[in-house]
């Protein structure tokens, strides 16, 4: 009889710890990949920009928010093809809003109801000095996205940069930003490129170079979901 009840003890105890490990990595964002068996898990893909707001324009004229819409629409078809319910913040080159206040409140809006696994903002760079180039990662200063946001910049340094920027030592920056704490997952934002170096500005002109920047954003998705 003793023993009968020892041994159910440890099951116990091992019930417990494994619970607490399911917690304790769901409060990291990480486990949220693991969703509910036969549920497909959820990104969130947010179009920087639109409308009113163009963001960054490059020498050609092009503006950003279309590049980034364009890079967008490739990335949703990608996770999509991998069995992803991919959830756009926008689908047309218009805002989601009157105000940039209120297109800013939309997307958040858009991201909660989503309830998703993880999220990505895709924006264009800009800087003073025109020979910084590359792909970039942001996440949020609370940390949540900062496993998913320093595999991305590790895959698109590999994949990219070392390939078209002849550096592979980018690592993904911590920030103040707002799209990145709309919902408890990790969320990241991804600088495609800069439109103040001619370089970048050519390639992202090409849909060519796009669908490649999808395509490693994607992978890089999938990994984090065990998709």
């Known amino acids: 009889m003793t ?99 209120q297109d800013m409140q939309n997307r958040k809006k858009i991201i909660v109801e989503a309830q998703p696994d993880v999220v990505v903002s895709v924006h264009i760079n800009k800087f003073s000095s025109t020979k910084r180039r590359g792909v970039q990662v942001f996440y949020d200063d609370t940390g949540i996205g900062k496993y998913f946001a320093e595999h991305l910049q590790n895959t698109v340094n590999q994949a990219l940069n070392s390939k078209y920027t002849s550096r592979s030592d980018y690592v993904a920056i911590k920030g103040d930003l707002f799209i990145t704490k709309c919902y408890s997952c990790p969320s990241v934002i991804v600088e495609c490129g800069f439109l103040s170096n001619a370089e970048d500005e050519k390639l992202l002109l090409t849909a060519a170079y796009r669908q490649e920047v999808a395509e490693v954003i994607a992978g890089a998705c999938l990994d984090i979901l065990g998709a």
């Open 3 to 101: 023993t009968i009840f020892i041994k159910r003890s440890v099951l116990l105890v091992l019930v417990a710890a494994f619970t607490a490990i399911a917690v304790v990595a769901t409060s990291c964002g990480i486990a949220a990949a693991t969703t509910m068996r036969g549920q497909p898990k959820v990104v969130v893909v947010d179009a920087g920009h639109g409308g009113m707001d163009g963001g960054v324009v490059g020498s050609s004229g092009v503006k950003e928010s279309d590049l980034n819409l364009l890079i967008a629409k490739e990335l949703q078809r990608q996770l999509e093809n991998g069995g992803i319910k991919v959830v756009m913040t926008r689908t047309g080159e218009g805002a989601i809003g009157a105000t940039k206040k």
